[in-house]
Protein backbone atom coordinates (compact mmCIF):
# COMPACT_ATOMS: atom_id res chain seq x y z
CA UNK A 1 0.00 0.00 0.00
CA UNK A 2 1.31 3.63 -1.20
CA UNK A 3 2.14 6.21 1.84
CA UNK A 4 -1.40 8.12 2.56
CA UNK A 5 -2.47 11.53 3.31
CA UNK A 6 -3.97 13.28 6.36
CA UNK A 7 -7.13 13.55 4.82
CA UNK A 8 -6.72 9.52 4.17
CA UNK A 9 -5.97 8.99 7.47
CA UNK A 10 -9.34 11.11 8.77
CA UNK A 11 -11.57 9.16 6.73
CA UNK A 12 -9.36 5.63 7.46
CA UNK A 13 -10.35 6.72 11.39
CA UNK A 14 -13.85 7.04 10.62
CA UNK A 15 -14.44 4.41 9.21
CA UNK A 16 -13.37 2.54 11.90
CA UNK A 17 -15.06 4.52 14.45
CA UNK A 18 -18.13 3.74 12.39
CA UNK A 19 -17.51 -0.03 12.82
CA UNK A 20 -16.95 0.33 16.55
CA UNK A 21 -19.85 2.32 16.91
CA UNK A 22 -22.32 -0.25 14.50
CA UNK A 23 -20.55 -3.11 16.78
CA UNK A 24 -21.93 -1.00 20.29
CA UNK A 25 -24.15 1.95 20.44
CA UNK A 26 -25.61 2.77 16.41
CA UNK A 27 -25.90 -0.30 14.57
CA UNK A 28 -27.62 -0.35 11.69
CA UNK A 29 -26.68 3.17 11.78
CA UNK A 30 -23.16 3.14 11.92
CA UNK A 31 -22.88 0.17 9.49
CA UNK A 32 -24.80 2.79 6.54
CA UNK A 33 -22.09 5.27 7.80
CA UNK A 34 -19.39 2.59 6.68
CA UNK A 35 -21.29 2.29 3.08
CA UNK A 36 -21.66 6.11 2.87
CA UNK A 37 -17.62 6.10 3.29
CA UNK A 38 -17.14 3.83 0.75
CA UNK A 39 -17.87 6.00 -1.53
CA UNK A 40 -15.34 8.44 -0.45
CA UNK A 41 -12.89 6.28 -0.57
CA UNK A 42 -10.46 5.13 -3.66
CA UNK A 43 -9.15 1.98 -4.55
CA UNK A 44 -5.46 0.97 -2.78
CA UNK A 45 -5.71 3.36 -0.04
CA UNK A 46 -5.75 3.07 3.98
CA UNK A 47 -9.08 5.17 4.27
CA UNK A 48 -11.13 2.21 1.79
CA UNK A 49 -8.51 -0.56 3.54
CA UNK A 50 -10.48 0.18 6.90
CA UNK A 51 -13.60 0.59 5.36
CA UNK A 52 -13.58 -2.86 3.63
CA UNK A 53 -12.42 -4.38 6.91
CA UNK A 54 -15.37 -1.86 8.99
CA UNK A 55 -17.94 -3.61 6.90
CA UNK A 56 -16.14 -6.97 6.72
CA UNK A 57 -15.83 -7.58 10.15
CA UNK A 58 -19.30 -6.32 10.37
CA UNK A 59 -21.31 -8.98 8.36
CA UNK A 60 -19.44 -11.62 10.09
CA UNK A 61 -20.54 -10.17 13.30
CA UNK A 62 -23.86 -9.66 12.11
CA UNK A 63 -23.40 -13.45 11.23
CA UNK A 64 -21.73 -15.00 14.02
CA UNK A 65 -24.15 -12.78 16.67
CA UNK A 66 -27.28 -12.85 15.11
CA UNK A 67 -27.69 -15.46 12.87
CA UNK A 68 -25.77 -18.10 15.31
CA UNK A 69 -27.74 -17.17 18.49
CA UNK A 70 -31.25 -17.04 16.68
CA UNK A 71 -30.38 -20.45 15.44
CA UNK A 72 -29.65 -21.54 19.43
CA UNK A 73 -32.82 -19.63 20.55
CA UNK A 74 -34.89 -21.81 17.39
CA UNK A 75 -33.03 -25.21 17.99
CA UNK A 76 -33.15 -24.60 22.09
CA UNK A 77 -36.44 -23.73 22.23
CA UNK A 78 -37.08 -20.20 23.67
CA UNK A 79 -38.71 -21.92 27.17
CA UNK A 80 -35.20 -23.77 27.93
CA UNK A 81 -32.84 -22.52 30.51
CA UNK A 82 -30.31 -24.06 28.65
CA UNK A 83 -30.92 -22.23 25.55
CA UNK A 84 -30.44 -18.76 27.67
CA UNK A 85 -26.72 -20.58 29.18
CA UNK A 86 -25.10 -21.00 25.49
CA UNK A 87 -26.91 -17.75 24.06
CA UNK A 88 -26.04 -15.65 26.84
CA UNK A 89 -22.37 -16.53 27.24
CA UNK A 90 -21.74 -16.99 23.69
CA UNK A 91 -23.22 -13.24 22.48
CA UNK A 92 -21.31 -11.66 25.66
CA UNK A 93 -18.22 -13.37 24.69
CA UNK A 94 -18.35 -12.77 21.14
CA UNK A 95 -19.51 -9.30 21.10
CA UNK A 96 -16.54 -8.30 23.34
CA UNK A 97 -13.91 -9.96 20.71
CA UNK A 98 -15.76 -8.23 17.98
CA UNK A 99 -15.35 -5.04 19.71
CA UNK A 100 -11.60 -5.74 20.97
CA UNK A 101 -10.61 -6.35 16.69
CA UNK A 102 -12.90 -3.21 16.01
CA UNK A 103 -10.99 -1.05 18.90
CA UNK A 104 -7.59 -2.42 17.78
CA UNK A 105 -8.36 -1.36 14.20
CA UNK A 106 -9.41 2.01 15.39
CA UNK A 107 -6.05 2.34 16.58
CA UNK A 108 -4.25 1.44 13.32
CA UNK A 109 -6.66 3.37 11.74
CA UNK A 110 -5.57 6.32 13.75
CA UNK A 111 -1.56 6.00 12.78
CA UNK A 112 -2.26 4.74 9.31
CA UNK A 113 -1.69 1.74 9.25
CA UNK A 114 -3.95 -2.11 8.15
CA UNK A 115 -4.76 -4.04 11.21
CA UNK A 116 -1.73 -6.49 11.02
CA UNK A 117 0.86 -4.65 8.84
CA UNK A 118 2.53 -1.16 8.95
CA UNK A 119 2.05 1.06 5.86
CA UNK A 120 5.12 2.16 3.97
CA UNK A 121 6.14 6.04 5.49
CA UNK B 1 17.16 0.79 38.60
CA UNK B 2 17.85 4.92 39.23
CA UNK B 3 17.38 4.78 42.56
CA UNK B 4 18.96 2.68 45.26
CA UNK B 5 15.84 2.44 47.66
CA UNK B 6 14.05 1.42 44.88
CA UNK B 7 15.10 -1.82 46.31
CA UNK B 8 12.64 -1.93 49.01
CA UNK B 9 9.84 -2.43 46.33
CA UNK B 10 11.31 -5.80 45.47
CA UNK B 11 10.39 -6.65 49.04
CA UNK B 12 6.93 -5.88 48.71
CA UNK B 13 6.56 -7.41 45.17
CA UNK B 14 7.90 -10.98 46.46
CA UNK B 15 5.84 -11.14 49.56
CA UNK B 16 2.63 -10.02 47.32
CA UNK B 17 3.12 -13.03 44.64
CA UNK B 18 4.30 -15.61 47.88
CA UNK B 19 0.67 -14.43 49.02
CA UNK B 20 -0.75 -15.23 45.83
CA UNK B 21 0.19 -18.74 45.77
CA UNK B 22 -1.44 -19.11 48.71
CA UNK B 23 -5.12 -17.46 47.62
CA UNK B 24 -4.73 -19.50 44.65
CA UNK B 25 -4.30 -22.83 46.59
CA UNK B 26 -7.35 -21.64 49.05
CA UNK B 27 -9.58 -20.86 45.92
CA UNK B 28 -8.65 -24.45 45.15
CA UNK B 29 -9.75 -26.32 48.29
CA UNK B 30 -13.59 -23.84 47.93
CA UNK B 31 -13.69 -25.46 44.46
CA UNK B 32 -13.59 -28.51 45.71
CA UNK B 33 -15.63 -27.81 48.41
CA UNK B 34 -18.58 -26.78 45.56
CA UNK B 35 -18.96 -30.37 44.54
CA UNK B 36 -17.48 -32.09 47.78
CA UNK B 37 -19.27 -30.90 50.52
CA UNK B 38 -16.61 -32.36 53.14
CA UNK B 39 -13.55 -31.76 51.26
CA UNK B 40 -11.17 -30.98 54.47
CA UNK B 41 -13.72 -30.72 56.78
CA UNK B 42 -14.00 -30.15 59.76
CA UNK B 43 -9.90 -28.97 59.46
CA UNK B 44 -10.58 -26.17 57.07
CA UNK B 45 -14.44 -25.49 56.67
CA UNK B 46 -15.54 -23.23 53.59
CA UNK B 47 -16.32 -20.24 55.49
CA UNK B 48 -12.59 -20.24 56.94
CA UNK B 49 -11.25 -21.40 53.64
CA UNK B 50 -13.54 -18.46 52.23
CA UNK B 51 -12.41 -16.06 54.59
CA UNK B 52 -8.29 -16.40 53.41
CA UNK B 53 -9.18 -16.57 50.02
CA UNK B 54 -10.57 -13.34 49.66
CA UNK B 55 -8.34 -11.97 52.87
CA UNK B 56 -4.86 -13.28 51.16
CA UNK B 57 -6.47 -11.11 47.66
CA UNK B 58 -6.85 -7.93 49.32
CA UNK B 59 -3.14 -8.08 51.49
CA UNK B 60 -1.53 -9.15 48.67
CA UNK B 61 -2.75 -6.93 45.90
CA UNK B 62 -1.91 -3.79 49.07
CA UNK B 63 1.50 -5.51 49.31
CA UNK B 64 1.48 -4.82 44.99
CA UNK B 65 0.25 -1.65 45.05
CA UNK B 66 2.50 -0.40 47.99
CA UNK B 67 5.90 -2.20 46.29
CA UNK B 68 4.69 -0.34 42.70
CA UNK B 69 4.50 2.78 44.89
CA UNK B 70 8.03 2.58 46.33
CA UNK B 71 9.49 1.58 43.29
CA UNK B 72 7.91 4.48 40.81
CA UNK B 73 7.46 7.24 42.88
CA UNK B 74 11.07 7.54 43.61
CA UNK B 75 11.69 7.64 40.23
CA UNK B 76 8.79 10.24 38.93
CA UNK B 77 9.82 12.28 41.98
CA UNK B 78 13.84 12.35 41.05
CA UNK B 79 14.80 11.43 44.78
CA UNK B 80 15.19 8.88 46.77
CA UNK B 81 12.38 7.68 48.64
CA UNK B 82 12.21 9.54 51.90
CA UNK B 83 12.78 6.79 54.31
CA UNK B 84 13.45 3.15 53.33
CA UNK B 85 14.02 1.70 56.98
CA UNK B 86 10.29 2.87 57.32
CA UNK B 87 9.40 1.35 54.45
CA UNK B 88 11.07 -2.09 55.26
CA UNK B 89 10.42 -1.66 59.02
CA UNK B 90 6.11 -1.44 57.89
CA UNK B 91 6.96 -4.19 55.60
CA UNK B 92 7.64 -6.97 58.05
CA UNK B 93 4.82 -5.31 60.62
CA UNK B 94 2.23 -5.65 57.55
CA UNK B 95 3.62 -9.64 56.96
CA UNK B 96 3.33 -10.85 60.43
CA UNK B 97 0.22 -8.99 61.54
CA UNK B 98 -1.09 -10.40 57.98
CA UNK B 99 0.05 -14.04 58.57
CA UNK B 100 -1.08 -14.13 62.12
CA UNK B 101 -4.38 -12.99 60.93
CA UNK B 102 -4.98 -15.81 58.72
CA UNK B 103 -3.82 -17.89 60.92
CA UNK B 104 -6.06 -16.75 63.63
CA UNK B 105 -8.79 -17.70 60.76
CA UNK B 106 -7.26 -21.34 60.45
CA UNK B 107 -6.46 -22.52 63.96
CA UNK B 108 -9.06 -20.36 66.06
CA UNK B 109 -13.06 -20.64 65.70
CA UNK B 110 -14.21 -17.34 64.61
CA UNK B 111 -15.42 -16.34 67.88
CA UNK B 112 -12.57 -17.73 69.80
CA UNK B 113 -10.37 -15.28 67.60
CA UNK B 114 -12.84 -12.14 68.13
CA UNK B 115 -12.65 -13.21 72.46
CA UNK B 116 -9.06 -13.08 72.33
CA UNK B 117 -8.25 -10.04 69.92
CA UNK B 118 -10.87 -8.06 72.61
CA UNK B 119 -13.28 -7.32 69.13
CA UNK B 120 -15.95 -6.65 71.82
CA UNK B 121 -13.94 -2.77 72.93
CA UNK B 122 -14.66 -1.84 69.06
CA UNK B 123 -16.58 -4.81 67.40
CA UNK B 124 -15.58 -4.53 64.05
CA UNK B 125 -15.57 -8.05 62.75
CA UNK B 126 -18.08 -10.35 61.00
CA UNK B 127 -18.40 -9.00 57.73
CA UNK B 128 -17.17 -10.23 54.48
CA UNK B 129 -13.86 -9.12 53.39
CA UNK B 130 -13.74 -7.51 56.31
CA UNK B 131 -13.59 -10.15 58.86
CA UNK B 132 -9.99 -9.01 59.88
CA UNK B 133 -9.92 -8.81 63.91
CA UNK B 134 -9.82 -5.14 65.25
CA UNK B 135 -6.48 -5.04 65.93
CA UNK B 136 -5.61 -5.84 62.67
CA UNK B 137 -7.72 -3.31 60.84
CA UNK B 138 -5.31 -0.90 63.45
CA UNK B 139 -2.51 -2.44 62.45
CA UNK B 140 -3.36 -1.79 58.83
CA UNK B 141 -4.09 1.92 59.37
CA UNK B 142 -0.78 2.40 61.04
CA UNK B 143 1.03 0.58 58.32
CA UNK B 144 -0.85 2.54 55.58
CA UNK B 145 -0.57 5.76 57.47
CA UNK B 146 3.06 5.07 57.28
CA UNK B 147 3.47 4.30 53.84
CA UNK B 148 1.03 7.66 52.58
CA UNK B 149 3.57 9.54 55.12
CA UNK B 150 6.44 8.18 53.57
CA UNK B 151 5.28 8.06 49.87
CA UNK B 152 3.96 11.53 50.33
CA UNK B 153 6.86 13.06 51.51
CA UNK B 154 8.86 11.56 48.63
CA UNK B 155 6.20 13.34 46.12
CA UNK B 156 5.92 16.69 47.80
CA UNK B 157 9.90 17.11 47.84
CA UNK B 158 10.58 15.71 44.55
CA UNK B 159 9.08 16.42 41.14
CA UNK B 160 5.24 16.42 40.83
CA UNK B 161 4.41 14.76 37.93
CA UNK B 162 0.43 13.30 37.18
CA UNK B 163 1.70 9.56 37.32
CA UNK B 164 2.74 10.87 41.10
CA UNK B 165 0.21 12.93 42.17
CA UNK B 166 -2.89 9.87 40.37
CA UNK B 167 -1.20 7.36 42.73
CA UNK B 168 -0.92 9.41 45.46
CA UNK B 169 -4.33 10.72 45.43
CA UNK B 170 -5.42 6.65 44.39
CA UNK B 171 -3.56 5.49 47.85
CA UNK B 172 -4.89 8.01 49.66
CA UNK B 173 -8.15 7.74 48.60
CA UNK B 174 -7.58 3.72 49.70
CA UNK B 175 -6.64 4.63 53.24
CA UNK B 176 -9.16 7.09 54.00
CA UNK B 177 -12.01 4.42 52.87
CA UNK B 178 -10.95 1.87 54.93
CA UNK B 179 -11.45 4.08 57.83
CA UNK B 180 -15.41 2.65 56.94
CA UNK B 181 -14.33 -1.09 58.15
CA UNK B 182 -14.90 0.58 61.68
CA UNK B 183 -17.89 2.12 61.08
CA UNK B 184 -20.21 -0.85 61.65
CA UNK B 185 -24.13 0.45 63.00
CA UNK B 186 -26.42 -1.98 64.07
CA UNK B 187 -28.89 -0.98 61.46
CA UNK B 188 -28.47 -3.67 58.84
CA UNK B 189 -29.13 -0.77 55.80
CA UNK B 190 -26.76 1.33 57.68
CA UNK B 191 -24.27 -1.42 57.63
CA UNK B 192 -24.24 -2.58 54.04
CA UNK B 193 -24.80 1.41 53.44
CA UNK B 194 -21.32 2.14 54.62
CA UNK B 195 -19.58 -1.47 54.09
CA UNK B 196 -19.85 -0.73 50.04
CA UNK B 197 -17.73 2.70 50.83
CA UNK B 198 -14.58 0.52 51.45
CA UNK B 199 -15.56 -2.55 48.82
CA UNK B 200 -17.27 -0.19 45.61
CA UNK B 201 -15.30 2.80 46.48
CA UNK B 202 -11.73 0.96 46.44
CA UNK B 203 -12.22 -1.07 43.67
CA UNK B 204 -14.55 1.17 41.16
CA UNK B 205 -13.08 4.19 42.75
CA UNK B 206 -9.75 4.99 44.47
CA UNK B 207 -8.20 2.03 42.83
CA UNK B 208 -8.73 2.44 39.44
CA UNK B 209 -6.45 6.00 39.81
CA UNK B 210 -4.01 3.57 41.18
CA UNK B 211 -4.51 1.42 38.22
CA UNK B 212 -4.22 3.98 35.67
CA UNK B 213 -1.10 5.65 37.33
CA UNK B 214 0.76 2.02 37.31
CA UNK B 215 -0.03 1.40 33.85
CA UNK B 216 0.64 4.87 32.77
CA UNK B 217 4.27 4.74 34.44
CA UNK B 218 4.87 1.00 32.79
CA UNK B 219 3.60 2.58 29.37
CA UNK B 220 6.23 5.44 29.36
CA UNK B 221 8.76 3.28 30.00
CA UNK B 222 8.22 0.77 27.73
CA UNK B 223 6.79 2.38 24.79
CA UNK B 224 9.22 5.72 25.18
CA UNK B 225 6.09 7.89 24.13
CA UNK B 226 5.65 11.02 25.28
CA UNK B 227 4.91 12.06 28.66
CA UNK B 228 2.25 14.46 27.81
CA UNK B 229 0.26 12.22 25.62
CA UNK B 230 0.06 9.46 28.52
CA UNK B 231 -0.40 11.72 30.99
CA UNK B 232 -3.72 13.79 29.31
CA UNK B 233 -4.83 10.27 28.53
CA UNK B 234 -4.91 9.26 32.68
CA UNK B 235 -6.50 12.50 33.51
CA UNK B 236 -9.48 11.29 31.50
CA UNK B 237 -9.51 7.72 32.54
CA UNK B 238 -9.08 8.72 36.33
CA UNK B 239 -11.77 11.58 35.99
CA UNK B 240 -14.63 8.83 33.90
CA UNK B 241 -13.68 6.76 36.70
CA UNK B 242 -14.83 8.79 39.49
CA UNK B 243 -17.56 10.36 37.31
CA UNK B 244 -18.56 6.93 36.92
CA UNK B 245 -18.52 5.20 39.85
CA UNK B 246 -18.76 7.25 42.57
CA UNK B 247 -22.57 7.81 41.97
CA UNK B 248 -21.98 4.25 40.75
CA UNK B 249 -21.85 3.30 44.22
CA UNK B 250 -25.77 2.62 43.76
CA UNK B 251 -25.47 -0.30 41.90
CA UNK B 252 -25.44 -1.67 45.18
CA UNK B 253 -28.26 -0.27 47.17
CA UNK B 254 -30.89 -1.44 44.81
CA UNK B 255 -31.41 -4.43 47.23
CA UNK B 256 -30.35 -3.60 51.01
CA UNK B 257 -33.65 -1.21 52.16
CA UNK B 258 -32.61 2.35 50.99
CA UNK B 259 -34.68 4.27 48.88
CA UNK B 260 -36.29 3.50 45.24
CA UNK B 261 -34.32 6.08 43.64
CA UNK B 262 -31.15 4.32 43.96
CA UNK B 263 -32.38 1.89 41.15
CA UNK B 264 -32.08 4.67 38.59
CA UNK B 265 -29.30 6.41 39.79
CA UNK B 266 -27.32 3.25 40.12
CA UNK B 267 -28.48 1.33 36.91
CA UNK B 268 -27.80 4.76 35.16
CA UNK B 269 -24.47 6.26 36.53
CA UNK B 270 -22.90 2.13 36.71
CA UNK B 271 -23.68 1.36 32.97
CA UNK B 272 -21.11 4.02 32.57
CA UNK B 273 -18.39 2.52 34.36
CA UNK B 274 -17.19 0.12 31.47
CA UNK B 275 -16.24 3.56 29.75
CA UNK B 276 -13.03 4.51 31.75
CA UNK B 277 -12.31 0.46 31.11
CA UNK B 278 -12.98 0.74 27.52
CA UNK B 279 -10.77 4.13 27.39
CA UNK B 280 -7.50 2.09 29.34
CA UNK B 281 -8.19 -0.30 26.89
CA UNK B 282 -7.50 1.90 23.60
CA UNK B 283 -4.99 3.76 25.52
CA UNK B 284 -2.51 0.59 25.89
CA UNK B 285 -2.97 -0.45 22.61
CA UNK B 286 -2.48 3.26 21.05
CA UNK B 287 0.35 3.73 22.98
CA UNK B 288 2.45 0.55 22.11
CA UNK B 289 1.19 1.12 18.49
CA UNK B 290 3.01 4.38 18.27
CA UNK B 291 5.81 3.32 20.44
CA UNK B 292 9.30 4.74 19.32
CA UNK B 293 11.41 2.15 20.81
CA UNK B 294 11.34 -1.55 21.00
CA UNK B 295 12.14 -2.45 24.62
CA UNK B 296 13.40 -5.61 25.38
CA UNK B 297 10.48 -6.53 27.96
CA UNK B 298 8.20 -8.02 25.76
CA UNK B 299 6.50 -9.97 29.02
CA UNK B 300 6.18 -6.38 30.74
CA UNK B 301 4.32 -5.31 27.31
CA UNK B 302 2.00 -8.20 26.76
CA UNK B 303 1.48 -8.31 30.53
CA UNK B 304 0.11 -4.35 30.25
CA UNK B 305 -1.75 -5.09 27.21
CA UNK B 306 -3.28 -7.84 28.91
CA UNK B 307 -4.37 -5.65 31.68
CA UNK B 308 -6.12 -3.32 29.53
CA UNK B 309 -8.24 -6.37 27.59
CA UNK B 310 -8.97 -8.76 30.65
CA UNK B 311 -10.06 -5.46 32.93
CA UNK B 312 -12.49 -4.20 30.08
CA UNK B 313 -13.73 -7.84 29.89
CA UNK B 314 -13.96 -8.54 33.62
CA UNK B 315 -14.92 -5.74 34.89
CA UNK B 316 -16.00 -3.39 31.96
CA UNK B 317 -18.28 -5.99 29.65
CA UNK B 318 -18.95 -8.57 32.99
CA UNK B 319 -20.24 -6.08 35.07
CA UNK B 320 -22.38 -4.32 32.93
CA UNK B 321 -24.29 -7.40 32.33
CA UNK B 322 -25.56 -7.33 35.78
CA UNK B 323 -25.15 -3.82 36.59
CA UNK B 324 -29.03 -2.90 35.40
CA UNK B 325 -31.52 -3.21 38.17
CA UNK B 326 -34.17 -4.73 36.47
CA UNK B 327 -31.64 -7.74 35.51
CA UNK B 328 -30.17 -7.49 39.20
CA UNK B 329 -33.18 -8.22 40.51
CA UNK B 330 -32.90 -11.67 39.26
CA UNK B 331 -29.33 -12.51 39.08
CA UNK B 332 -27.73 -10.69 42.86
CA UNK B 333 -25.72 -13.14 44.52
CA UNK B 334 -25.76 -15.98 41.76
CA UNK B 335 -22.60 -17.21 40.23
CA UNK B 336 -23.54 -14.26 37.85
CA UNK B 337 -21.43 -12.65 40.74
CA UNK B 338 -18.77 -14.42 41.15
CA UNK B 339 -18.03 -14.52 36.97
CA UNK B 340 -17.95 -11.06 37.23
CA UNK B 341 -15.88 -10.91 40.81
CA UNK B 342 -13.06 -12.87 39.88
CA UNK B 343 -12.45 -11.72 35.88
CA UNK B 344 -12.76 -8.10 37.32
CA UNK B 345 -10.34 -8.33 40.04
CA UNK B 346 -7.89 -10.99 37.52
CA UNK B 347 -8.38 -8.24 34.79
CA UNK B 348 -7.39 -5.05 36.35
CA UNK B 349 -5.67 -5.60 39.93
CA UNK B 350 -3.95 -8.86 39.43
CA UNK B 351 -2.66 -8.17 36.17
CA UNK B 352 -1.40 -4.56 36.71
CA UNK B 353 0.44 -5.80 39.94
CA UNK B 354 1.93 -8.66 37.73
CA UNK B 355 2.63 -6.07 34.80
CA UNK B 356 4.62 -3.51 36.90
CA UNK B 357 6.35 -6.67 38.79
CA UNK B 358 6.87 -7.63 35.35
CA UNK B 359 8.57 -4.56 34.23
CA UNK B 360 10.30 -3.60 37.67
CA UNK B 361 11.77 -6.76 39.50
CA UNK B 362 14.34 -7.36 36.20
CA UNK B 363 15.67 -4.16 36.99
CA UNK B 364 15.74 -4.51 40.79
CA UNK B 365 18.18 -7.25 39.61
CA UNK B 366 20.01 -5.55 37.67
CA UNK B 367 18.78 -6.23 34.47
CA UNK B 368 16.93 -4.21 31.79
CA UNK B 369 14.52 -7.05 31.36
CA UNK B 370 14.61 -10.70 32.14
CA UNK B 371 16.76 -12.93 29.83
CA UNK B 372 15.05 -14.26 26.58
CA UNK B 373 14.27 -17.54 28.35
CA UNK B 374 12.42 -16.47 31.81
CA UNK B 375 10.38 -14.15 29.42
CA UNK B 376 9.19 -16.99 27.16
CA UNK B 377 8.42 -18.86 30.73
CA UNK B 378 6.61 -15.69 31.81
CA UNK B 379 4.66 -14.89 28.39
CA UNK B 380 3.29 -18.89 28.54
CA UNK B 381 2.39 -18.14 32.17
CA UNK B 382 0.28 -14.84 31.30
CA UNK B 383 -1.40 -16.90 28.45
CA UNK B 384 -2.04 -20.06 30.87
CA UNK B 385 -3.70 -17.85 33.84
CA UNK B 386 -5.11 -15.47 31.18
CA UNK B 387 -6.94 -18.01 29.36
CA UNK B 388 -8.19 -20.57 32.25
CA UNK B 389 -9.52 -17.28 34.17
CA UNK B 390 -11.77 -16.71 30.81
CA UNK B 391 -13.12 -20.14 30.96
CA UNK B 392 -13.66 -20.05 34.72
CA UNK B 393 -15.60 -17.23 33.98
CA UNK B 394 -17.60 -18.67 31.17
CA UNK B 395 -17.94 -21.20 33.14
CA UNK B 396 -19.47 -19.01 36.34
CA UNK B 397 -21.49 -17.42 33.84
CA UNK B 398 -23.02 -20.59 32.76
CA UNK B 399 -23.71 -21.68 35.95
CA UNK B 400 -25.31 -18.63 36.76
CA UNK B 401 -27.69 -18.35 34.00
CA UNK B 402 -28.71 -21.54 35.16
CA UNK B 403 -29.20 -20.89 38.60
CA UNK B 404 -30.94 -17.83 37.99
CA UNK B 405 -33.33 -19.44 35.45
CA UNK B 406 -34.54 -22.37 37.63
CA UNK B 407 -34.21 -20.22 41.33
CA UNK B 408 -35.65 -17.17 40.29
CA UNK B 409 -37.16 -16.76 36.99
CA UNK B 410 -38.65 -20.35 36.48
CA UNK B 411 -42.89 -19.86 37.63
CA UNK B 412 -42.04 -23.04 39.56
CA UNK B 413 -38.58 -22.07 41.79
CA UNK B 414 -36.84 -24.65 42.79
CA UNK B 415 -34.69 -24.13 46.07
CA UNK B 416 -31.40 -23.24 46.31
CA UNK B 417 -29.85 -26.49 47.21
CA UNK B 418 -31.84 -28.59 44.68
CA UNK B 419 -30.51 -25.86 41.88
CA UNK B 420 -26.71 -26.13 43.11
CA UNK B 421 -26.88 -29.88 42.64
CA UNK B 422 -27.89 -28.89 39.08
CA UNK B 423 -25.04 -26.97 38.40
CA UNK B 424 -22.48 -29.34 39.67
CA UNK B 425 -21.14 -29.95 35.91
CA UNK B 426 -20.08 -26.16 35.83
CA UNK B 427 -18.18 -26.66 39.36
CA UNK B 428 -16.28 -29.06 38.12
CA UNK B 429 -15.00 -27.81 34.82
CA UNK B 430 -14.11 -24.43 36.94
CA UNK B 431 -11.76 -26.63 39.28
CA UNK B 432 -10.13 -28.13 36.40
CA UNK B 433 -9.28 -24.95 34.95
CA UNK B 434 -8.63 -23.20 38.22
CA UNK B 435 -5.88 -26.33 38.47
CA UNK B 436 -4.67 -24.95 34.83
CA UNK B 437 -4.71 -21.67 36.29
CA UNK B 438 -2.42 -23.06 38.96
CA UNK B 439 -0.25 -24.32 36.65
CA UNK B 440 0.01 -20.80 35.06
CA UNK B 441 0.96 -19.31 38.44
CA UNK B 442 3.21 -22.06 39.26
CA UNK B 443 5.27 -21.37 35.72
CA UNK B 444 4.88 -17.79 36.77
CA UNK B 445 7.03 -18.56 39.73
CA UNK B 446 9.77 -20.43 38.28
CA UNK B 447 10.58 -17.66 35.10
CA UNK B 448 11.62 -15.61 38.30
CA UNK B 449 14.85 -18.62 38.65
CA UNK B 450 15.62 -19.39 34.71
CA UNK B 451 18.76 -18.94 33.58
CA UNK B 452 20.03 -16.89 30.31
CA UNK B 453 21.30 -14.73 28.18
CA UNK B 454 21.17 -10.95 29.46
CA UNK B 455 19.54 -8.90 27.22
CA UNK B 456 20.64 -5.33 26.75
CA UNK B 457 18.53 -1.85 26.23
CA UNK B 458 19.03 -0.57 22.90
CA UNK B 459 18.90 3.10 24.33
CA UNK B 460 18.41 4.33 27.78
CA UNK B 461 14.77 4.69 29.09
CA UNK B 462 13.71 8.55 29.29
CA UNK B 463 10.93 9.75 31.23
Do not use: C
Request: hydrophobic share 55%.
Amino acid sequence: MRGRSRSEVQRASRAALASLLNLTFLPVIGFIWLLWLYHQTSEGRIDRYHVRLGIGLNLMAAVALLLATGLMIWLGGWQSPWTWVYVISYFTLVHSLFILIATWAMVRAWSGDRLTRRAPR
Amino acid sequence: MKYQSQSVAKLYFVAAIGLFVGQILFGLIMGLQYVVGDFLFPAIPFNVARMVHTNLLIVWLLFGFMGAAYYLVPEESERELFAPWLARLMFWIFLIAGALTIVGYLLLSYSDLARLTMNDMLPTMGREFLEQPTITKLGIVVVALAFLFNIGMTVLTGRKTVINLVMLTGLTGLAVLFLFSFYNPDNVVKDKYFWWWVVHLWVEGVWELILGSILAFVLIRITGVDREVIEKWLYIIIAMSLITGLVGTGHHYFWIGTPGYWQWLGSVFSAMEPIPFFMMTVFAFNMVNKRRREHPNKAATLWVLGTSVMAFLGAGVWGFLHTLAPVNYYTHGTQITAAHGHMAFYGAYVMVVLSIISYAMPILRGQPAANEKAQVMEMWSFWLMTVSMVFITLFLTAAGILQVYLQRYSDSPLPFMVVQDKLALFYWLRELTGLVFLVGLVLYVMSFFAKGETVTLAEPETA
